[in-house]
């Protein structure tokens, strides 16, 4: 895939999105196909073999030593909705909403909730997903559409670190822990001299995107900017394609970190027959396109997934079964 500053190949899907805060899916994702899929994002699941969590209030009263101890003996795993509906006794449906799947009360955290059983569930993450979800998503958008080597790839440009900027400071920060005495009298400089900071002169400071792609044009829709790849969508269908695509995370490899890569916000195909939209905000990922290509989506094992109507509601509140 390449960058391209053509913004406007996605003028169509603009022209099927919504004005904002309409209430429906429809703020992100285009109108006009006829069938729609909805894929749950995974949360996390955290339990002692043989015992519940204990609370925070638990352990301030442990030995440290014992604290440590359970720590240690954590077992952290994906969890679907369906399993998290069950602890809870809730109803997962295809409208359902984190929160009210949990049991969150009125000015509680609903991101971590513990379970009758003992439990500890941690909300979905939002806007993205493993690389190897979206691979077995897009296994079936490739068979779902006749140019599966040519399409759009939007990436929302508001990710830490993505873009580079003019600036005093980079565009993230790695923390990094040593006895260095230069480092650390970088370190120094940088958290106790803010005031001459703002009178030096603004320099590039680079993102995961080259400087030509940072101060390119943006593919706009109503709320969010996105940069645009060309390229074959087919290739979102490979586990590992983290590897290849230009927005992966090499400053972060630099650093030590693991090869990632964001997840794509928007991804289409030259004829239009689907559009994937993980928006930043959502905890779970829609599909838009055939009936077939929807069928095979909430079939596939590997998905946790429902067909849901044109004009959605999945807002925060929407969720009428588990009030």
């Known amino acids: 895939m390449e960058w391209t500053p053509d913004a406007s190949a996605g003028d169509w899907l603009r022209e099927r999105i919504d004005d904002p805060w309409s209430a429906t899916m429809h703020d992100v994702v285009p109108r006009g196909f006829p069938a729609y899929a909805r894929i749950l994002h995974p949360a996390i699941v955290r339990s002692l073999p043989g015992r519940p969590v204990p609370s925070p209030e638990e352990y301030e009263r442990m030995p440290h030593d014992e604290a440590v101890s359970l720590i240690d003996q954590y077992v952290d795993e994906p969890a679907t909705w369906a399993e998290t509906a069950a602890a809870f006794g809730t109803t997962l449906h295809p409208l359902a909403q984190w929160q009210r799947i949990v049991r969150t009360p009125p000015d509680g955290d609903w991101n971590l909730r513990i379970a009758p059983d003992g439990r500890e569930f941690t909300g979905p993450m939002e806007g993205e997903m493993a690389p190897e979800m979206l691979a077995a998503v897009a296994s079936h958008l490739v068979a779902g559409t006749t140019t599966p080597d040519a399409g759009f790839v939007a990436l929302w440009e508001g ?5 580079g900027h003019l600036g005093h400071g980079p565009s993230r920060t790695f923390l ?12 120094e400089r940088s ?17 995961i995107l080259s400087r030509e792609v940072s101060e390119g044009p943006r593919f ?13 969508v087919g290739e979102l269908a490979r586990p590992d394609w983290v590897l290849d695509v230009p927005w992966r995370d ?10 990632t890569a964001q997840t794509p916000s ?41 067909p849901i109507a044109e004009g959605a509601d999945l807002t925060w509140d929407a969720d009428e079964v588990n009030r």
């Open 191 to 207: 958290v106790h001299d803010p005031f001459n900071n703002a009178f030096r002169k603004k320099t590039w400071q680079e993102g």
């Open 220 to 232: 706009r829709l109503p709320g969010r900017d996105h940069v645009l790849f060309r390229g074959a």
């Open 159 to 163: 990710r830490g670190g993505l873009l």
């Open 266 to 306: 928007i991804v289409w195909p030259d004829d239009h027959a689907w559009v994937l939209v993980s928006e930043i905000d959502y905890d779970s990922t829609i599909v838009a396109g055939s009936p077939e290509l929807i069928a095979a989506i909430c079939a596939d094992p590997r998905l946790e997934a429902f």
């Open 176 to 187: 990094t822990f040593g006895d260095d005495p230069n480092h650390r009298a970088m370190l």
């Open 250 to 259: 090499r400053p972060g490899e630099e650093h030590g970190f693991a090869p």
